[in-house]
Every structure is written in C-alpha cells, then in structure tokens.
C-alpha cells in the first residue's frame, strides 16, 4: 500500500481475516512498533514508508521508554521495588514514565494512546483481571508482570520462589529439631481455592511425613489483625500431643506487632512454647521486627530481578517469554529455638 494511505480498521480486518480483536489490535500494534504503520487518534491508521523512519528507530535504540505501572493499594515493599526498578532503569538511559492506577479505567483513560517498549505491571495485592492485562499490553510492545505467576500467556513474569521459600523455611525448623511444623497464612483471596503455599505444605507433608495430621489455618490481615490470629494460635493451644506443633510458619502481611499482640493474647511465649518463621519480605522491618525468623526476598533482589528482565526484553524483544525467580533466603532471629519438648 502506498504511504499515507489508510489503513483498514479493526472491525473490517476481523471479518476480512475471520480473527479476533485482540489478533489484530496486536498485529497493528507491532506494525506501529515497526515503524510499518502509524495510528493516531482522530486519524485513523495510515501506512509509512519505512525508509521515512529508519532515522527515527535508530536514535531510540538502546533508550527504550518503559513504563511502570502499579496499583495505589499501599504496600512498603512494592514501594521500594517501584523506587528502586524507576532509579536503576533511569541511570541506565531507559526512558522512564511511573503511572499508579486504582482501577481499569484509570488505565484506559491515563495512557490513552501512548505506546511504551516495555510495560512493567506491579498489581500489588489488587485483583490482576484479563481486561487489565489487554489493556497493559495493548499500550507496550512487551508486558512484564511482577509479583503474580501466570499461566498460558505470552508475558514475562518475575516473582518470588514460592516453593524454595516453603523448603527453606521447614529445612529450617527441620535442623533445630522440629518435627512437627503448622501453617497460618493470610486469608488474601477468600473466594480461591487453597493458596501457594497451603497447597505446598499439604503436599510436603504428606510426602515427608504420609499420614501425619496438618495444622492449617487462614486469618484475616484486616484492622489491627489480631482477632483471627488470637484464633489461630487458640485453636494450637487445643490441640494435644502428638497433634500440636512445635513451630508455625506464618504467611502474609501481618506486622511483627500483630503476631506479638496475639501470643501475649494467648499466653504462648516465642520460642519456649512455639516456634515462629515468617515468609514475607525480608526488607520490611515491621513484618519482622527484629524477632521473627524470616525467609523470603529483599524488594532489592525483586527489583533487580526486574530491571535485568527489562534490559533483557527491550535487547530481545521478538524472543519467547521467561519466567524469573528472585533467590529467597533465611535470616534467622529469635523467634527459633530447639523445642522444649
């Protein structure tokens, strides 16, 4: 087609070619990208000479515009990610835009027709939905997801080891003694089935140990979060030898105070009566508090996870997509011991 002329609209391709909107918003998108086509808002979409812009694409290679986008739900460690990924991609020429949403069409209406390389996508503890993801990469040529692990779809992801960091918090309590080891995890989505983790201390359990009774409970991080954790380590205290663990792993964002308000609460004393481990970042000082044994990643490890997965997607970006896991590690602190018993 000659330059200028206009292109086809998404409607008329879709019958033309019997595909799917989402087929053919994609193809348009990486024609934009390369330079093939130019879409812009009141003018339709026209065909450019590529010539015309091989200027254009050159002075922008190695100085990608990347766009960060995160939920407004407060979150301390996803707000040292962001801070930290924005610092390291800006000091390396990225061109860097930082956008914080609160819904959909907060999405829709703030981006508008801007087109980015890469996206990053931080959704915090928010509900990650089909439309957000379309619209995500329908403003960025690549889309990196951080903090959620999905299946079946052609972005990148980069995210904690949920599984390492259950191993490293039972080898733990395994090597000072422990035999039996419960779970409380933070009742986060309600409606799901069993979390990461339940799903993995069941099934370590039951292959380490066939046949020994699971201590698993969920408690809401609302308010102070004491009511349902007092609950949990209640329902502990019920439970009689051989039943009753001797350590619990806790899951979730319940501050280090919060799990000290409820064991005062229920007269069970850190580690003389019950050993505690957090999974949980291990840069957050209010979810460790200098007491609890903590096993997870550094928001600085995450964010370096991501800004190499950015560098890595705007040199390649034609290249399948990857998944990438930050390294857990263990930091031990007072709230581990030997058992008493």
Not at 108 to 130: E, H, I, M, N
Not at 237 to 263: N, Y
Not at 288 to 311: D, K, L, M, P, Y
Request: hydrophobic share 35%; proline share 4%; charged share 20%.
């Amino acid at each position: 087609m000659p330059e200028g002329t206009k292109f086809p609209t998404v409607r008329t391709l879709m019958a033309e070619l019997n595909e799917t909107q989402y087929a053919v918003q994609s193809a348009i998108k990486e024609l934009n990208t390369e330079g093939i086509l130019k879409s812009q808002v009141g003018n339709g979409t026209r065909v450019i000479h590529p010539s015309t812009n091989a200027e254009t694409r050159a002075s922008t290679q190695g100085n990608a515009r990347v766009l960060l986008l995160h939920h407004v739900e407060k979150s301390e460690r996803s707000e040292i990610v962001a801070a930290r990924i924005h610092d390291d991609l800006t000091e390396r020429g990225f061109r860097v835009v930082t956008v914080s949403y609160s819904s959909e069409d907060d999405v829709s209406s703030l981006l508008g027709s801007s087109y980015f390389d890469v996206c990053v996508l931080q959704p915090r503890y928010s509900t990650l939905t089909v439309r957000l993801l379309e619209l995500a990469s329908r403003c960025s040529r690549n889309l990196i997801v951080e903090g959620r692990i999905l299946q079946g779809l052609n972005i990148d992801i980069v995210s904690s080891n949920h599984a390492e960091s259950m191993r490293l918090a039972l080898q733990h309590l395994g090597e000072l003694g422990h035999k039996m080891v419960g779970l409380i995890s933070e009742n986060r989505y309600p409606d799901q089935a069993k979390n990461d983790f339940e799903q993995l201390y069941d099934f370590i359990v039951d292959a380490t140990h066939p046949g020994r009774p699971h201590f698993s409970r969920r408690a809401n991080c609302e308010g102070d979060g004491k009511s349902n954790l007092t609950q949990s380590l209640n329902d502990w205290k019920e439970q009689t030898a051989p039943r009753r663990p001797s350590a619990v792993i806790v899951w979730g964002r319940f501050s280090a105070d919060q799990i000290l308000s409820a064991c005062k609460a229920e007269s069970v004393s850190i580690p003389e009566d019950l050993s505690i481990v957090r999974i949980c970042s291990t840069s957050v000082d209010a979810l460790h508090g200098g007491i609890f044994t903590t096993v997870g990643c550094s928001a600085e490890s995450i964010a370096n996870a991501v800004s190499e997965t950015v560098r890595w997607r705007a040199s390649n970006p034609t290249l399948p997509t990857r998944i990438v896991h930050a390294t857990p590690q263990v930091i031990a602190r007072p709230s581990t011991a030997h058992p008493s018993r």
